[in-house]
């Protein structure tokens, strides 16, 4: 089976020859030789580009003569959940809808984040005793990293 420090290695000496924010969310060898890289990128969006130059680091410092493998590159989606802190971090400022491991969801705007926890502003019209019109109520949330059991960016179209 191919080394994953080994690939890891790899990926990294690109990301730091690129140095224009790439970073790996995800890196899985399967027991076939299958290699899953995902990356994103601190500011903007993950070019094809980015992944070609991944892929190709990755594919010409590997023997396939020694090893058969397949590799696949890719930005990681928006469809799926936050993973690391780097993408928690990068998305600050966002909608975010947060599932927690007790299975209450909370759905905001993601004003702070840290390794440890991260604040999630949330907002509701309430009516005051004595006032005609419901008034917007802000709350903010902070939630210890360990208590998250997802977290996804809300997609807007608006």
Same mark, same amino acid.
């Given at each position: 089976?191919?080394?994953? @420090?080994l690939?890891? =290695? &790899?990926?990294?000496? $690109?990301?730091?020859? /690129?140095?224009?924010?790439?970073?790996?969310?995800?890196?899985?060898?399967?027991?076939?030789?299958?290699?899953?890289?995902?990356?994103?990128?601190?500011?903007?969006?993950?070019?094809?580009?980015?992944?070609?130059?991944?892929? $190709?680091?990755?594919?010409?410092? /590997?023997? $396939?003569?020694?090893?058969?493998?397949?590799?696949?590159?890719?930005?990681?989606? &928006?469809?799926?959940?936050?993973?690391?802190?780097?993408?928690? @971090?990068?998305?600050?400022?966002? =909608?975010?809808?947060?599932? /927690? @491991?007790?299975?209450?969801?909370l759905?905001?705007?993601m004003?702070?984040? !840290?390794?440890?926890?991260? !604040?999630?502003? !949330?907002?509701?019209?309430?009516?005051?005793?004595?006032?005609?019109?419901?008034e917007?109520?802000? =709350?903010?949330?902070?939630?210890?990293?360990?208590?998250?059991?997802? !977290? @996804?960016?809300?997609?807007?179209?608006?």
């Open positions: 089976m191919i080394s994953k @420090k690939v890891q =290695e &790899l990926i990294d000496e $690109r990301i730091a020859e /690129l140095d224009n924010g790439l970073f790996v969310v995800s890196l899985t060898i399967s027991a076939s030789n299958v290699i899953k890289v995902e990356l994103d990128k601190h500011d903007g969006n993950v070019a094809v580009m980015d992944c070609m130059s991944v892929s $190709r680091n990755v594919e010409h410092n /590997l023997d $396939r003569e020694q090893q058969d493998f397949e590799i696949s590159v890719s930005s990681a989606g &928006l469809d799926q959940g936050l993973r690391v802190f780097a993408q928690y @971090k990068k998305n600050v400022g966002r =909608e975010v809808r947060v599932k /927690l @491991k007790e299975g209450e969801k759905e905001g705007k004003i702070a984040a !840290t390794p440890e926890e991260i !604040t999630i502003q !949330t907002s509701r019209k309430e009516r005051i005793e004595g006032k005609k019109k419901k917007t109520i802000i =709350e903010n949330h902070v939630i210890n990293m360990e208590n998250v059991a997802e !977290t @996804k960016i809300v997609i807007s179209f608006k």
